[in-house]
């Protein structure tokens, strides 16, 4: 387990750093995949901070948030959903994204499964950060 826990927690501070120098006018919904071809090893007895190759690389899907203020979150899942509302007497639709799974009623769906509009739901790897938010606020600068 420490094993595990040390290697996402790397991750995770990479993933920080790297995303908080690309924010700028990025706001909005980013899906992407980082390629783990290196892991420290917590329990290494000669440098546990140095990354060292893995034997087999793999996949790793993330998805980001970016807000207008350029706050980066991520995010363990997504559901796009939309709202509708009224502008000048004109029926409109908003795009929005729904991070509580409690929230999801108050919206409708964008696509039409057996005859009801759902929504597309976006998911990622179960990330060790708080298990009551499915938000991990990104902090730090690139080095």
Known sequence: MRYKMKFLMTF????CSVTTAIAGAYD???IGQIDITKVSEAVSKTDATTPSPVANPFLLKIILHVDASNQIRLLRDVTIMQKRYKQN???MIRRVLVTDNNLIPNFEGVVRRDGALVGIRLGS???DFDPTLNEFLVTGVLV
Do not use: Q
């Open 12 to 15: 995770l501070i990479f993933v």
């Open 28 to 30: 909005g919904l980013w």
């Open 89 to 91: 007497n004109v029926d």
């Open 125 to 127: 790897l179960a990330f």
